[in-house]
Nanobody, 121 residues
Framework: VQLQASGGGLVQAGGSLRLSCAASGRTVSRYAMGWFRQAPGKEREFVAAISSSGGSTNYADSVKGRLTISRDNAKNTVPLQMNNLKPEDTAVYYC???????????????WGQGTQVTVSS
């Protein structure tokens, strides 16, 4: 499986972006999927996760109520809707796949290339 994140860009504070994680090679329907982000000089951190069925989701406290993860197993995609963006959301965003529904970066073993999100104040 290969993952590719897209949809990043420059947006003003309060604006919205919709990231997408597209999988190729094989279906990701049996995997839990996660989004992580890494700001300059910081560790890569958990943002959101969704179970393989899509029935369960989990979010970092810093993004709850503003970001929404979903999945379309038929299209093999995992979108991340980002609303009311803040300058502190500026980072490279990565999608990843895991056999475990988890918030832990170490549980994810397939990673896509990231997409840059920049939020101006």
């Amino acid at each position: 499986v290969q993952l590719q994140a897209s949809g990043g860009g420059l947006v003003q504070a309060g604006g919205s972006l919709r990231l997408s994680c597209a999988a190729s090679g094989r279906t990701v329907s049996r995997y839990a999927m996660g989004w992580f982000r890494q700001a300059p000089g910081k560790e890569r951190e958990f943002v959101a996760a969704i179970s393989s069925s899509g029935g369960s989701t989990n979010y970092a406290d810093s993004v709850k109520g503003r970001l929404t993860i979903s999945r379309d197993n038929a299209k093999n995609t995992v979108p991340l809707q980002m609303n009311n963006l803040k300058p502190e959301d500026t980072a490279v965003y990565y999608c990843a796949a895991s056999t475990q529904y988890s918030t832990q970066r170490s549980e994810y073993f397939i990673w896509g290339q990231g997409t840059q999100v920049t939020v101006s104040s």
